[in-house]
């Protein structure tokens, strides 16, 4: 089946540093979306890409489509205390109902 | 709106035990699904449902059953219990209008521990 690579499995920054993650996959996904987690809770979204090439801010995050459809970036910039968490990529297909997620990036942040 | 919910937050079993994780979403969500969180593993799903009367395998569905025979709810039954079903489960839903369709919602997990 689809599978997706998340990476780096984790990361251990200094506050104030940015963070760079990616996902790549085999297949095309038509939606790629990139979610949270944090420490007892379920993932909660943070961006959501529909076009090849799209470009989408939240706040500090910033996440891009790639233009072959097979991965996306998720970029934090000017990292803070509350950005810890598991991070997870997840790809769609149109119709079929499923997502994919990757393996999560784990983010730590040395105050 | 308490979104996705549910119950319970942490379960522990024995290894041949029964019992059904509950999910309930008061977002009239057509979709419902179960994905199971492991560590280095990501989220796998382990069955869905598009709407009342509907439900399909997801990717990692051996050793659990669901139905859904209303739009709120979506319970996940495990039969007998193994200790490889040790993980955190996830519900979430979604609607099925194509200008949100792929966006999830989760609830806030369940660990179990089958011993």
């Known amino acids: 089946g689809q599978q997706l690579n998340q990476s780096p499995q984790s990361m251990f920054i200094q506050e104030g540093e940015d963070v760079s993650m990616n996902c790549t996959s085999s297949s095309i996904f038509n939606t790629w979306l990139w979610y949270k987690q944090e420490p007892g809770e379920g993932p909660v979204l943070l961006i959501a890409?529909?076009?090849?090439?799209e470009l989408t801010s939240n706040g500090r995050l910033t996440a891009q489509f790639g233009i072959t459809r097979k991965d996306s970036f998720l970029n934090i910039s000017a990292s803070i205390p509350s950005d810890v968490g598991i991070y997870f990529c997840a790809g769609g297909t149109r119709g079929a109902q499923k997502l994919v997620f990757g393996q999560g990036t784990r983010l730590t942040i040395n105050p | 709106n308490a979104g996705v919910t549910q119950t319970p937050k942490f379960q522990v079993l024995k290894t041949g035990q029964s019992m059904t994780l509950q999910c309930a979403q008061d977002?009239?969500?057509?979709?419902m699904s179960w994905y199971r969180q492991d560590p280095g593993m990501g989220l796998r799903l382990i069955h869905y449902?598009?709407?009342?009367?509907?439900?399909d395998q997801g990717e990692v569905p051996n050793g659990y059953n669901v139905s859904r025979s209303t739009t709120e709810d979506f319970p996940l039954r495990l039969l007998s219990a193994a200790p490889s079903q040790t993980s955190v489960y996830f519900c979430?839903?979604?609607?099925?209008?194509?200008?949100?369709?792929?966006?999830?919602?989760f609830g806030s997990g369940t660990q179990l521990s089958v011993l």
């Open positions: 979430a839903s979604r609607t099925l209008a194509y200008s949100t369709n792929e966006k999830l919602f």
């Open positions: 890409l529909y076009k090849a090439g």
């Open positions: 449902s598009v709407g009342a009367g509907i439900t």
């Open positions: 977002m009239n969500h057509e979709y």
